[in-house]
């Protein structure tokens, strides 16, 4: 966090690619790897003691790829105000053993 309390976007871009992965690998039903995070936008900071909640929705699928939109909502303090602070879309390959790209089903 920064001195005035505010979470690093890094960190809230990371827990969205975690998210995002669990999604796509469900879906893939393997390993998928992220290749590409195609936009984001930092609508709101996150404060420290905030409690992040990141959800998923499959956007679109390819032979190999699939793309996931991605929202954070922050819970704010003890009444739990909810509010949209990052969105974004990533895309993730679905891998096989050696890294290769595989079409999955």
């Known amino acids: 966090a920064n001195p005035s309390g505010d979470i690093f976007g890094g960190w809230v871009l990371s827990q969205m ?10 879906r893939a039903k393997g390993r998928v790897a992220t290749v590409a995070v195609n936009a984001m936008s930092f609508i709101r900071p996150v404060n420290v003691g905030d409690i992040l909640c990141v959800y998923a929705s499959i956007k679109r699928t ?13 819970m704010r303090g003890r009444l739990g105000e909810r509010v949209k602070v990052t969105e974004g879309t990533f895309t993730f390959v679905a891998i096989d053993k050696a890294g290769k790209p595989t079409p999955f089903d």
């Not at 690619?17 to 469900?26: H, L, M, P, R, W």
Request: charged share 15%; proline share 0%.
């Open 17 to 26: 690619d975690i998210a995002g992965g669990i999604a796509a690998g469900q």
């Open 62 to 74: 390819g032979r190999t790829s699939i793309s996931v939109h991605l929202e954070a909502w922050a």
